[in-house]
DNA sequence: TTTATAGTTTAGAATTATTATAAACTAGAT
DNA sequence: ATCTAGTTTATAATAATTCTAAACTATAAA
């Protein structure tokens, strides 16, 4: 994805494509792989070695905005840390009990063969499968 | 469950059936019917009306002595609040975006047909699905 | 182009959830 | 009854996130 891309990106959902913004966004998503992220190691990433500063707040809003706009998507854990993914395709994780680790199970790796009625005036949105591993 | 009962489950997993934990389990355990919870929602419940006072500390204590015996489990979700839950089967849940509750789906509401193999040196511990529902 | 303004960024404060500390208390063994 | 490891508690500390309000800026309008 190149910049003007992401600038039209952002332009699409309502977003002002502003330095931070752009800065952050390339970083996201001008990558060959998707990935597993929180506000922290994203914070790290984009602050980090000569590039210009970007306060915490503006990493958490732009965080928030991208979630909102479908950009990136929220992940389900148990922990006390929200955890993203660039990754907005329907998909599933293992989440490693061990390493505490969570990595992509491909859509196709797991198929249902029965799924409930969601309850009346509901629509399913989406469905997601965690396999937690052990030693 | 009556309090005997109660004391046993704890002593067999090695807990003390203190007065404090003996009234925690008792709410827990006590029910008809198996429910989520948070620290907070416990916490307001166990001291509520005119009975013992337990500090919020002993409430945070216990929920993860209970935790780590296997008496009650935590719940994957993507808020920044720990959900805990009084149905240790393995069970599947919708989460209503709408309202932000989490319901049980039966086990048995829910077939796959295909799941993937883990990486090599890992078991599956358990899967969990969550069907997220919009109106 | 300037100008106006709504949207955005920012440092820092505030809030919320959780964990740590260390002194007082107690269940249960002897 | 005494002892002691385990437990409870108030409170402090930490960590994650949200709020605030002043400074800044993208962009539309003049
Ligand atoms: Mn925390
Ligand atoms: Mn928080
Ligand atoms: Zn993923
Ligand atoms: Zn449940």
Redesign the pocket.
């Known amino acids: 994805m190149q910049k003007k891309a992401i600038v039209n990106k952002l332009?699409s959902s309502?977003?002002?494509?502003?330095?931070?913004?752009v800065l952050i966004a390339r970083n996201l998503f001008e990558r060959d792989k998707t990935f597993h992220f929180?506000?922290?190691t994203l914070n790290k990433e984009i602050n980090k070695k000569g590039s210009d500063?970007?306060?915490?707040?503006?990493v958490?809003?732009?965080v928030?905005a991208f979630t909102k706009a479908g950009h990136i998507k929220q992940i389900l854990t148990s922990k006390?840390?929200?955890y993203f993914d660039t990754n907005i395709k329907s998909h599933h994780h293992f989440y490693d009990e061990d390493s505490k680790e969570l990595t992509d199970i491909n859509y196709n790796q797991v198929k249902l063969s029965k799924v409930p009625h969601p309850p009346k005036g509901k629509k399913i949105k989406n469905l997601e499968v965690v396999i937690r591993l052990q030693k």
Request: net charge positive; no cysteine; glycine share 4%.
């Open positions: 332009r309502g977003l002002r494509p502003t330095k931070q913004r929180t506000v922290e500063k970007v306060s915490l707040a503006t958490y809003n732009t928030e006390s840390k929200s």
